[in-house]
């Protein structure tokens, strides 16, 4: 069987895009790579690609100069993870706290990890978690 290496990109849909972009922006510190009136991509680190699109504008699709990107969308709060380390977690519940993000659980995993949940202007559930979540992290 082929190998998959790592996941490149995920998808989040914002009925306003301003907002998804400056949350992800200012309070979790992602760079822009590029933006459109459909999509911005931001930087997610290790060379994993977060895309945040308007939500509809991606139902038709979209054709390049390379190929046609088939129609996609989603609806409703889905969840993302973001890695970081251990000695961060505290420093990360204050900066959240400091930009009026309320954390809505905080888990201490078997393996030793440990998570805070919050959610985005969508109402996305965003996870920051330590080593320790899976046996892969």
Request: charged share 15%.
């Amino acid at each position: 069987m082929p190998t998959i290496t790592h996941l490149i990109e995920t998808a989040l849909y914002f009925e306003d895009l301003d907002a998804g972009v400056a949350f992800y922006r200012d309070v979790i510190g992602l760079r822009v790579l590029d933006e459109s009136a459909r999509l911005v991509a931001m930087d997610a680190g290790a060379s994993t690609v977060l895309l945040l699109f308007q939500r509809g504008a991606t139902t038709a699709g979209a054709n390049t100069p390379g190929g046609r990107i088939p129609p996609h969308d989603g609806s409703g709060p889905v969840h993302i993870a973001f890695a970081i380390p251990t000695e961060s977690i505290a420093e990360w519940e204050a900066h959240l706290n400091a930009n009026g993000v309320a954390i809505e659980s905080r888990v201490n995993w078997p393996r030793g990890g440990q998570s805070l949940y919050f959610r985005d202007p969508a109402g996305h559930s965003i996870e920051i978690a330590t080593p320790g979540l899976w046996a892969t992290y």
